[in-house]
């Protein structure tokens, strides 16, 4: 069985930058598995900020990024504000149709 | 505009059956895949799997297979998730979600949610 892993937990101070990544228990995450993130604040259903690894959904802001860094996808947030504190998930195609999300990481600004 | 509406919030017997259902519209409606998402209450998120609006094709998450299914009436642009033999950790928000025709593709829109709760 897969398993996509988060970070359960990150804070960043507000105007600081963050990196958040997402890892597969066995191997290593690559562009082949297109890696994409969601934001979701409690009771709303989830935003998309990036897909296919670094491209930023319609209207999202600049100062969120996506990459590969080292065995792991990443999402930054440079000059993080308070409305960023959130859940993110990432999302990774491991073939033949199937996704499998990350435990998501709670953000907190302080 | 694109537009995912799901159907009202349910509650269920363990043992039970629910059906859920997406609404879509603002595009059309066989060019996009249509995804069921879950989120127990104060968990992560978790794919359960899609159908093909125009095929009728599916593709489940190991965990579902045997208990889900999904069907389609492209008359009224609506795509259904049953989920069978309901137990109390099936309690969740579940969420419809569009991706592009291509097995890769990240989800654009997303429903609103729906709620079903599983109690005895």
């Known amino acids: 069985q897969t398993v996509v892993t988060q970070e359960p937990s990150f804070s960043v101070s507000p105007g600081g930058t963050v990196t958040l990544t997402c890892g597969l228990s066995?191997?290593?995450?690559?562009?082949?598995?297109?890696p994409s993130w969601y934001q979701q604040t409690p009771g709303q259903a989830p935003r998309t900020l990036i897909y296919k690894t670094n491209t930023r959904s319609s209207g999202v802001p600049d100062r969120f990024s996506g990459s590969i860094l080292g065995n792991k996808a990443a999402l930054t947030i440079t000059g993080a504000q308070a409305d960023d504190e959130c859940d993110y998930y990432c999302?990774?195609?491991?073939?033949?149709?199937?996704?499998?999300f990350g435990g998501g990481t709670k953000l907190t600004v302080l | 505009q694109v537009q995912l509406v799901q159907s009202g919030a349910e509650v269920k017997e363990p043992g039970a059956s629910v059906m859920v259902s997406c609404e879509a519209s603002g595009y059309t409606f066989t060019a996009y895949y249509l995804h069921w998402v879950r989120q127990a209450p104060g968990q992560g998120l978790e794919w359960m799997g899609w159908?093909?609006?125009?095929?009728?094709?599916?593709k489940f998450a190991q965990k579902f297979r045997g208990r889900v299914t999904m069907t389609r009436d492209t008359s009224i642009t609506t795509v259904y998730m049953e989920l069978t033999r309901l137990r109390s950790d099936d309690t969740a928000v579940y969420y419809c979600?569009?991706?592009?025709?291509?097995?890769?593709?990240?989800?654009?829109?997303w429903g609103q949610g729906t709620l079903v709760t599983v109690s005895s």
């Open positions: 159908i093909n609006p125009n095929s009728g094709a599916l």
């Open positions: 066995s191997g290593s995450v690559s562009t082949s598995h297109y």
């Open positions: 979600a569009r991706s592009s025709i291509s097995a890769e593709a990240e989800f654009d829109y």
């Open positions: 999302v990774l195609y491991i073939g033949s149709g199937i996704r499998v």
